[in-house]
């Protein structure tokens, strides 16, 4: 029943977890729940956790909430960012989708914007940058 699903992921966003059939597909319950526990995204149907406004409401409350993002969201910059303003230390969860063709692109584990937006936040999440970032002058 929807009406309880909606009161017990006000109360707990990780009560999502419970739902069955279509509600872990519904929008509007996902999001109650987000709003309560970013984590809760590992509970949500897949196709919302390709949504870019369901990851950003996740990664906003809780940026680990980053590791159960469809991988095309683990490697958006600007994704990337808004969890590692709540969490440094997401940046783990980044993806490298370099190609051929940017090869020597570090990706966003070597993007020194990046790595210092989560470093203010987390000093020990520099131990997910790129090793060049580490010894940076």
Do not use: T
């Not at 990664?59 to 960012?81: E, I, T, W, Y």
């Amino acid at each position: 029943d929807k009406d309880v699903m909606l009161e017990a992921v006000q109360q707990s966003g990780g009560a999502l977890q419970f739902a069955e059939g279509g509600l872990r597909a519904d929008y509007d319950l996902v999001l109650e729940a987000l709003r309560q526990d970013g984590e809760a995204l590992q509970f949500a149907e897949e196709g919302l956790r390709a949504d870019f406004d369901v990851v950003i409401e996740a990664v906003m409350q809780n940026g680990f909430a980053l590791r159960h993002a469809s991988d095309f969201f683990k490697a958006d910059k600007d994704v990337v960012r808004e969890a590692v303003k709540q969490k440094g230390g997401a940046l783990q969860f980044a993806e490298d989708r370099r190609g051929w063709w940017n090869e020597l692109d570090g990706g966003l584990q070597a993007d020194h914007e990046l790595v210092l937006e989560a470093v203010k936040q987390d000093g020990d999440a520099l131990r997910f940058a790129e090793g060049g970032l580490r010894g940076n002058r």
